[in-house]
């Protein structure tokens, strides 16, 4: 499996650090090694709608296996917050660059 | 625009990237049972009134008949418009707050949302306080439900309004 995979960002609620239309390189070996830490910004399934990606930043990472992720821009964002924590396999990369 | 950018959106053109969504769809996340409570508490009020009137008798004056009906009518459409406000609020919860999980934890869910919403057509078509009842019964339940699925108790009060009927209030920390 290559460790790179990009996507297009859409919507709003990862500004400013993320603006719709950039792309992001993410690293899906990321995490083989250590797990996520606080503040990592990340592509996870949607736990909603499975087919779907959302790109958010690790709000809280517990022992259990567990994340919860937030838009940095919260009062647009449906996030953790709405759907609670999910799960590490569900845990695409970890944003690598940005292409702006 | 960098280098990296361009050759990532030339990709596009052979493999189109997969998006990710930062997004808000716009499920806005604001859900409120009340609306759907206070609206049946309308409706209830509104048979109250309808009741409360009084009819023109056969000795009545033309003008006494002609205050029954404005007075009546505007009851009636107040009704209609409650009671369809009712039937939407409840369906926007099930629609699009409700999630399949919270109904293995509240198996009665759709069986409750299909009450309010029989009730809610039932009240609407006739002058019926055991429909505006059972209305305002479901939406309670409902909301009970719905407070429940956000981590807050609930205390059932008698509504500080005309209709004092027992209304399901959640208990914010």
């Keep these: 499996m290559f460790p790179l995979r990009r996507f297009r960002v859409e919507d709003d609620s990862m500004r400013p650090a993320l603006e719709p239309g950039d792309y992001v390189l993410v690293n899906r070996w990321a995490y083989k090694f250590r797990p996520p830490a606080k503040g990592d910004l990340v592509v996870v399934r949607d736990p909603e709608t499975p087919d779907r990606f959302l790109v958010k930043r690790v709000s809280d990472a517990s022992d259990a296996g567990e994340i919860r992720v937030v838009g940095d821009n919260s009062n647009r964002s449906r996030d953790s917050r709405s759907f609670g924590p999910i799960d590490h396999l569900e845990i695409i990369g970890k944003v690598w660059i940005r292409l702006r | ?173």
């Design chain 2, 1 to 173: 625009m960098s280098l990296l950018y361009l050759l990532a959106r030339w990709l596009d053109r052979i493999s189109p990237a997969p998006i990710a969504y930062a997004h808000c769809d716009i499920p806005c996340g604001i859900y409120d049972p009340h609306h759907a409570q206070l609206a049946a508490h309308t409706v209830v009020r509104m048979v109250d009134l309808i009741n409360q009137l009084e009819k023109p008798g056969s000795s009545s004056t033309p003008d006494q008949r002609q205050e029954y009906t404005n007075k009546l009518a505007r009851y009636i459409a107040t009704k209609e418009q409650h009671s369809e406000i009712a039937k939407n609020e409840v369906r926007i919860l099930w629609g699009d707050y409700f999630k399949p999980e919270h109904l293995k934890t509240f198996p009665e869910l759709h069986d409750l949302v299909w009450k309010a919403l029989k009730s809610g057509s039932k009240a609407r078509q006739e002058i019926n306080l055991q429909a505006a009842e059972d209305l305002l019964k479901a939406t309670n339940d409902i909301a009970s439900i719905y407070w429940k699925t956000k981590g807050f108790e609930t205390i059932t009060a008698k509504a500080p309004y005309p209709t004092e009927r027992l209304t399901v209030y959640p208990k914010f920390k």
